[in-house]
């Protein structure tokens, strides 16, 4: 298992998603100031950490379509 700094934006997204929460690019943003939470959960699964998305879609300002990626731990790290 990788250990990670406390502080880095990977452990923090670790433990918000260990605690049974779901996380999204906003929210990532906001409380960790994490600007690539797809480059994070991708670290995250490469580590054996098993985690699902979907995909929440919105209509833009513009009138456009949009969507982004809400994740969630489904079960414990296979080990």
């Known amino acids: 298992m990788a250990m990670h700094n406390e502080d880095s934006q990977v452990a923090m997204v670790l433990n918000h998603l260990q605690e049974g ?3 999204n690019p906003i929210e990532a943003l ?3 100031g ?3 939470l797809g480059a994070v959960i ?3 699964k490469q580590e054996g950490y098993r985690i699902s998305s979907r995909i929440h ?3 833009k300002p513009s009138g456009k379509d949009g969507h982004y990626a809400i ?3 489904e079960e414990s790290k296979n080990v």
């Open 21 to 23: 929460k779901e996380i």
């Open 71 to 73: 994740y969630k731990l």
């Open 30 to 32: 906001n409380k960790y």
């Open 34 to 36: 994490c600007f690539r």
């Open 57 to 59: 879609r919105y209509k």
């Open 42 to 44: 991708f670290i995250l």
